[in-house]
């Protein structure tokens, strides 16, 4: 009965037409990718260093990197990351803003050879009394202007959700010589919270990786869906429409 009820709830969603998909990993908060986009065509990625809206004024880049090596592990395309002191920023002449107007987008596609951007910002940072750490990010073809990926999501180490899952990321990546804490060196190192963060960013990719670049048809994107273990713990959750200016 519940599978049926799964299956029911992503048909539903299919044949809705709407293209904010809920994510791989549901619990990782929501984000979007476009099941229509060729990403066989995307060669080269740019990651622009992330605005800061925080007040720690070195985790935008340490971020920015940590996200920029994290997607080069992937293999999915070429991945660079753009600082602001990089002298290209200058001769680009534009901020790092939400958006970016085709002219642009074509100027940044001709002065840096890449084919798509990640960018965006950290939107809260905070080390006391608990880790917090926000992220409003988005990937864009230079080429279309389309958006072909984003997340907007809130980690706090209180939450019982990601404690939940901090378990099972020590458990399957970190696993031993952080005794006697364990898991718990998640909720005392920045560090190690960082990594965590960024490996979930990360892992919103993996759709792309489990059918190589190829296009994700909705066929393909079901058949993801349905053998998603943890699909069936949240198709209960109400589906959230986001919104990415």
């Not at 080390?127 to 997340?151: C, N, Q, Y």
Request: glycine share 4%.
């Amino acid at each position: 009965m519940n599978r049926l009820k799964t299956i029911l709830v992503l048909l539903f969603i299919l044949s809705s037409g709407c293209r904010l998909v809920r994510p791989v990993v549901p619990e990782t908060g929501h984000y979007y990718l476009d099941r229509n986009a060729n990403f066989s065509s995307v060669g080269k990625v740019v990651v622009f260093e992330f605005s800061n809206n925080s007040n720690n004024v070195n985790i935008p880049m340490t971020l920015t990197h940590a996200v920029t090596e994290a997607l080069q592990k992937k293999h999915l395309f070429t991945v660079k990351s753009f600082s602001r002191d990089n002298p290209s920023w200058r001769k680009l002449d534009i901020d790092n803003k939400a958006s970016y107007s085709m002219e642009e987008l074509s100027l940044i596609r001709k002065q840096l050879g890449a084919d798509a951007i990640l960018f965006g910002s950290i939107s809260r940072y905070r080390s006391f009394p608990h880790l917090t750490l926000g992220v409003h990010l988005k990937m864009v073809d230079l080429r279309s202007g389309e958006l072909l990926w984003a997340i907007e999501q809130l980690w706090d180490s209180t939450d019982r959700y990601v404690e939940r899952r901090m378990k099972k990321y020590y458990k399957e990546h970190m696993r031993s010589g952080y005794e006697p804490m364990s898991w718990e060196v998640l909720i005392t190192s920045p560090k190690a919270f960082n990594k965590f963060v960024v490996f979930e960013i990360a892992q919103t990719f993996d759709m792309i990786s489990r059918y190589g670049k190829e296009h994700l048809s909705s066929e393909k994107m079901e058949n993801f869906r349905e053998k998603s273990q943890i699909l069936k713990k949240s198709s209960q959750k109400p589906v959230k429409r986001l919104k990415f200016s």
